[in-house]
Nanobody, 122 residues
Framework: QVQLVESGGGLVQAGGSLRLSCAAS????????MGWFRQAPGKEREFVAA????????TYADSVKGRFTISRDNAKNTMYVQMNNLKPEDTAVYYC???????????????WGQGTQVTVSS
């Protein structure tokens, strides 16, 4: 089993920045990909970014490319996403997730955190 805990959410004005963290624990040996997803009220959970734990390779949703940067520190079993130039449409609950593959697809992720709220005011 893998446990994931997000932190770093909050309220920020448009154009501002936040950094989210995801601390992982448990059996990480079979975890090869970690990702961030978000869910706004009334909408489906959508992919934001993912990173390979081995190679550090990354992939982003078009809506955040150039503004968000995903990273990881394997020694600390922690993943981050630096979010810059935030927009009101980025408002959502952000979830971290872990998978046995490096993937963008929600259904490939077996482990999820509880989520952290990000609110961007205009």
């Amino acid at each position: 089993q893998v446990q994931l805990v997000e932190s770093g959410g909050g309220l920020v004005q448009a154009g501002g920045s936040l950094r989210l963290s995801c601390a992982a624990s448990g059996r990480m040996s079979k975890i090869y990909g970690m990702g961030w997803f978000r869910q706004a009220p009334g909408k489906e959970r959508e992919f934001v970014a993912a990173i390979s734990r081995s190679s550090g390779g990354t992939t982003y949703a078009d809506s955040v490319k150039g503004r968000f940067t995903i990273s990881r520190d394997n020694a600390k079993n922690t993943m981050y996403v630096q979010m810059n130039n935030l927009k009101p449409e980025d408002t959502a609950v952000y979830y971290c997730a872990a998978s046995n593959r490096f993937t963008r697809w929600r259904n490939d992720y077996d482990y999820w955190g509880q989520g952290t709220q990000v609110t961007v005011s205009s």
